[in-house]
């Protein structure tokens, strides 16, 4: 089966590791950035991607992982900031067309809505799920 897409996840945290597990799983050509070698021990043997350990925040490094041919990239490392910052490295320097910020702080998920950088932001992922599992309604000035 022919790789889909050149994925580079920049974090191996618990969300990195998932995400980066089911999109190997899924035929995807994915590599997995971390400053900390052992964080890169959480992908498990059936990770069939590639790793580097490296500051995902350096550009060097995420020439080393070959963002130039990236078609998405997802920052998921435990820290907003590094994670914006990554994010406008990808998309305003190297021009990947899909990147993926982790951001739990409202105000930098909406620095990067306002970039037109798609956050990825758990608490407002779950807290539209919650909505629509219970079919409750929101007040107006939240729509």
Same mark, same amino acid.
């Given at each position: 089966?022919?790789?889909?897409?050149?994925?580079?996840?920049?974090?191996?945290?618990?969300?990195?590791?998932?995400?980066?597990?089911?999109?190997?799983?899924?035929?995807?050509?994915?590599?997995?950035?971390?400053?900390?070698?052992?964080?890169?021990?959480?992908? +498990?043997?059936?990770?069939?991607?590639? *790793?580097? *350990?490296?500051?995902?925040?350096?550009?060097?490094?995420?020439?080393?992982?070959?963002?130039?041919?990236?078609?998405?990239?997802?920052?998921? *490392? +435990?820290?907003?900031?590094?994670?914006?910052?990554?994010?406008?490295?990808?998309?305003?320097?190297?021009?990947?067309?899909?990147?993926?910020?982790?951001?739990?702080?409202?105000?930098?998920?909406?620095?990067?809505?306002?970039?037109?950088?798609?956050?990825?932001?758990?608490?407002?992922?779950?807290?539209?799920?919650?909505?629509?599992? *219970?079919?409750?309604?929101?007040?107006?000035?939240?729509?």
């Amino acid at each position: 089966m022919a790789k889909r897409a050149r994925i580079i996840v920049v974090g191996c945290s618990l969300f990195g590791c998932a995400v980066a597990q089911a999109l190997s799983a899924a035929g995807h050509d994915v590599i997995v950035v971390d400053m900390q070698e052992d964080a890169l021990d959480g992908l +498990g043997p059936d990770f069939d991607g590639e *790793t580097l *350990t490296g500051d995902g925040k350096s550009a060097l490094v995420l020439e080393e992982c070959g963002v130039r041919r990236a078609t998405h990239l997802v920052a998921a *490392t +435990g820290d907003d900031a590094s994670n914006l910052l990554i994010a406008e490295l990808a998309s305003e320097i190297f021009g990947v067309p899909h990147v993926l910020p982790l951001v739990d702080d409202d105000a930098l998920a909406d620095i990067l809505d306002d970039m037109g950088i798609a956050p990825i932001c758990p608490h407002r992922i779950c807290e539209d799920e919650f909505f629509r599992l *219970t079919g409750l309604t929101r007040k107006e000035a939240d729509l």
